[in-house]
Each structure stands twice: as C-alpha cells, then as structure tokens.
C-alpha cells in the first residue's frame, strides 16, 4: 500500500514539473524570437526619451530605459528601471555602448544574456521610436 502512495506523489510530482517545464520553454521561445525592428539613427530628434519593454509573457524581463540623442546621434543609454533578478550580471553597459558605437539596435547580445540583452534592446527600439 505505501508503494502506491508513493507511486502517485512521483507522479504528481512529475506532471507538475513537466507542466513548469513547458511555461519555462514557452516563455524563452518568446523571448528568443522577439523582434528589434530596424530605427533610422541619421533621423534622430534631440532630446531624452525614455522606453518601456513590459517584459514578456510573465514579465521577467521587464525594463526601463532613457536615451540621450544629441545632434541627432545616441549618445547614451541609461538603465533605469528592471525587474530582470539577473539584471547585475548581465553587463547592460556594454550592451548600451555597442548600440552607442554602432549607431544601430542591430548588435551582438550579451553572451549568456541573450533574453534579456533582446529585451533591454526593446526598451531602446521603444525609446527611439520617440524620436523619429
């Protein structure tokens, strides 16, 4: 009798991981896939605006971003708002600088940030769309 009880919480235990398992796989999906739309830089108004991404399906990645635009080029990137847990490991900086160099949102990722660089990278898309 006591091997069936414990047959049935293994069990329970398992359709509970599965079914997290599948939300998690869901919500990376998401996350992977997310599109950072193209922003003409040479069009650029001065000014500071701020961006939003709302983070996604269970809003992990959700940031607030100011961008600086000065003669009509980015010229900073400042984080000021996250909910990402991860968000101290995930050299947001760095990211912001290549986006500042390049003059474009189509950068590399942050190695083994790659989620959240896409996300931080939203937020930016979001704040430059402003400035158009």
């Known amino acids: 009798m006591g091997w069936i009880i414990a047959l049935f919480i293994v069990a329970i235990v398992v359709i509970i991981g599965v079914t997290k398992w599948s939300s998690l796989m869901k919500e990376h999906q998401q996350a992977k896939n997310l599109p950072i739309n193209m922003i003409e830089f040479s069009n ?17 990645r959700t940031n607030k971003v100011e961008v600086t635009v000065a003669s009509g080029k980015v010229t900073g990137i400042k984080l000021i708002g996250s909910s990402d847990p991860g968000k101290e490991n995930t ?5 912001y600088n290549r986006v500042i160099d390049a003059q474009s949102l189509q950068v590399d990722t942050i190695s083994g940030a790659t989620l959240t660089s896409k996300a931080y990278l939203k937020a930016i898309e979001n704040a430059l769309a402003k400035a158009q």
């Not at 001065?46 to 399906?57: L, P, Q, V, W």
């Not at 050299?91 to 990211?95: F, I, P, S, T």
């Open 91 to 95: 050299k947001h900086n760095e990211l």
């Open 44 to 60: 650029l108004k001065d000014g500071t605006y701020i961006g939003e991404y709302e983070g996604g399906m269970y809003k992990w």
